[in-house]
């Protein structure tokens, strides 16, 4: 909850003594409005925002940051507020109006920014490649066990929604774990501008967004600006293991804690078995201590979640007891779900998006599980330079994790080839072009049960509807 008073002071730098006013949220979307909002009319690739203005004011919105004057709306003129002396509006208009200034974006962010500064906050900043939102989610079970904490919804962790879930905060508020996100440089610099993270963790450094970024070094170089912006008093937190995160230490003016498999880590672990669906088991090492610690998360790779999670819990001073009941909790299997078809195949769907380390870590426990394995899986997108190099390296992967293959999509077809040079024989692998002619051939396939079926790509092949048609076949 914010107050019309900060966003005249983030804006203008005008205090208002009077007609304040508060808000719930703020919100990009009219669908999404509740009472006492501010709407934010953005001018997207697809659609302009302040064609929504009045309809945003009828489902109850309070205000509406703009960048031109909507017709038939009462109006306050913050546009060029820092190069000119900004008056109180005498008379006040009556909600609803809309607030004029140079960019809403930007809007936005000051007033997030300047939100958050009136807050006794934590922040927790996560950022990586791989494995960010699953880590949001379990780091959040273990910090609201001891703190009122916040957290991005789905995937607000932009320039823009990460600056709208702050602004949900309020006083009552102890803590806040905010997923960043990364595509450019400069990018992650910005979001701790907004929200002031004291502690900081990188997951791992992968080659999504290299189309965007250029190369891995690049990535890796985006994804430290975190790390860089912490306060001397804060924490880094750091992958042990990974070649390119360990080294971000260097950046740290705050004092760094490393986890990993590696016993020179901070937090180390060892002795991991993996339950199939029913999760994992590990030996946790932390100096002298040692606890054998059992997590609802699947697969063994997840094993890097829970010591994050960890991590963060250890940062904060949280008692060990309060960690692993939060470790526990049983709601952070984030994004793979399990269902079954009609017939009792059981069908992993994992189709959130994928990248070369995340569908290797997915055929690993694929390879984890009972009956006969298929695994369906679609090209991988933004990955520049090492497009290729990734789909052959999970095509290498998948020969040794499943018993049938199915590829789909044009660039697939290099995991088709590199499976085929792997040994994996030519009648257990299939290639289709796109996802329409993939779904035709589950609706012959019939999975029927003792076979269990991992369907995983990138976001854009929107291999969802592959699940959905094979749930209901």
Known sequence: MFSLSEIFMAIAG????????????????????????????????????????????????????VSRSIPGTREIDLRAAADRETPVPNPFPRAPFC???????????KISAY??????LTVVGITGTVGKSTTKELVYEVVSRAFLTLKNSGNLNNEIGLPLTLLRAGLGHQA??????????????????????KIGVVTNVGTVHAERAGSIEVIASGKSELVAELPPDGIAILNYDDPYVLPMKEKSKAPVLTYGLNAE???????????????????????????????????????HTALRAIAVGRALNMKWQDIFMGLNNGQSNLRMAVMYTPNGAMIIDDTYNASPESVIAALNLLRELDGKKIAILGEMRELGQYENQGHRSVGQHAAGCCDELVAVGPKAKEIVY?????????????????VAETIEYVKLRRFAKGETVLIKGSRGMQMEYIVETMESK
């Open 115 to 120: 939100h958050r500064d009136q807050l006794a």
């Open 265 to 303: 880590a901070d937090l180390w672990a060892n002795e991991i078995e993996s339950f199939g669906l029913d999760g994992i088991r590990f030996l946790l090492h932390s100096g002298e201590e040692q606890f054998r610690v059992s997590v609802p998360l699947i697969g063994r790779h997840s094993v």
């Open 14 to 65: 005008v205090e208002l003594t009077s007609n304040d006013l508060l808000f719930s949220e703020a919100v990009i979307d009219s669908r999404q409005l509740i009472n006492g909002t501010l709407f934010v009319a953005l001018n997207g690739e697809n659609t302009d925002g302040h064609q929504y203005v009045n309809e945003a004011f009828r489902k109850g919105a309070q205000a509406a940051l």
């Open 176 to 197: 806040a774990i905010l997923e960043m996100g990364f595509y450019v440089p400069g990018e992650i610099k910005l979001l701790c501008d907004i929200a002031k993270p």
């Open 418 to 434: 590199a499976a085929l040079k792997s040994g994996m024989e030519q009648t257990r692998v299939k290639w289709f072009g796109s």
């Open 99 to 109: 607030i004029l200034v140079d960019d809403p974006v930007a809007a936005l962010q």
